[in-house]
């Protein structure tokens, strides 16, 4: 992104009116702005992340930006060091904003939201340094709910708050019988792609069933739409498995894949995966009166929708330019550009109208800093698990 004029007169003051209430004392109690030395308050401190952050500048850079700006006279390394507790602050602006686009309480409507993660690496590093689990609201196309953690950080339901009535779509990597039995137990929904190796299901008398076997008696084209059941822990659920066939033989790209998949792990390609490449398998809970099983395949398809975001996020915000190795400093970065994209999205996207009293699935549903509750998952936070 190219540097940007954080002061141009109206900009400025109409972001700052898109903050939380209680963003300045929560500066203060969260350890980001102690002692108003050289950065004398949230504003400019603010304005300093963003430079660092969504304008990209290297920490010297930052350091000049902000003597031109009038905001401190400071070394690179007194830029850091304010930074680098900046983190917490700026992932409280972040959770209440969350809060304040997503009605967690609101049941007279079926809000959507779409889960995935993508991943950001440290300059230098190979493979994967950090992983930004997002949740976006399909109705308002929004950012719903975010979590930062480490590389060990795996996809699942349980780092998102769920809201009654709400629909959690995702892809195969959220396919755990934990993370949708969470779900449900929230009063949640699931449309989730099936991940037949590692979700054992049942039929009614508790006999196991095999997904690919009823998915077989399905011609090209054709939509399977079955009842059957999964345990988690000493609960058992209900779901529905329903399935499209895409082609009578394996395609060929997706059998390279596999085959290259199996070479890296020295075995042979299993001969269920290539007949699985067949077809799409998805599980819901949601009743079939409700959601025939054709519009639930419709339904799944819009998962592409994160993926957009993610693309926008990254080549407008340069979500992937880290540059920080530091946690604490990289967290700062981090959050910062997800600040940014919400706040954007606040200043250009109106307000939506207020739903009507329908289960409509195109619908979607300022406080001082709160203490966490351990029963319910943050709805955005930074950690390097």
Known sequence: METTDLSVAGVWERL??????????GAKTLGALVRPRKVRSADDLLRLAMAYS?????LRATAGWAALEGIA???SQAVLKRLSHAAPWLGWMVGRLLEENVDLGRATSRPVRVLDATVVSEPGAVGTSWRIHVGLDLAKQTIGSVEITGPSGGERF???AIGPGEIL?????????????YVLHAGGHVVVRANWQSFPLEDAEG????PLQWAETLAVGGIGDWDAWFRSGSHRHQVRLVAVRLSAEPDQKKVVQIRKRARKKNKTPDPRALLASCFVLVLTDLPREELPGDQVLDLYRLRWRVETAFKRYKSVLHLDGLRAHRPDLVATYLCTKLLTAILLERLEVPAPPEPEDSASLAEAPGSSPPSADPSTPPIASCHRA
């Not at 700052?16 to 004392?25: H, N, Q, S």
């Not at 006999?207 to 095999?210: E, P, Q, V």
């Open 54 to 58: 969504t304008c990209d500048l290297p």
């Open 73 to 75: 006279d400071m070394t």
């Open 207 to 210: 006999a196991t069933i095999d």
């Open 158 to 160: 349980g780092r998102h």
């Open 169 to 181: 779509l995702a892809d195969a990597g959220y396919s755990h019988r934990a993370g949708v039995s």
């Open 16 to 25: 700052l009116a898109c903050l939380p209430k209680g963003y300045v004392e």
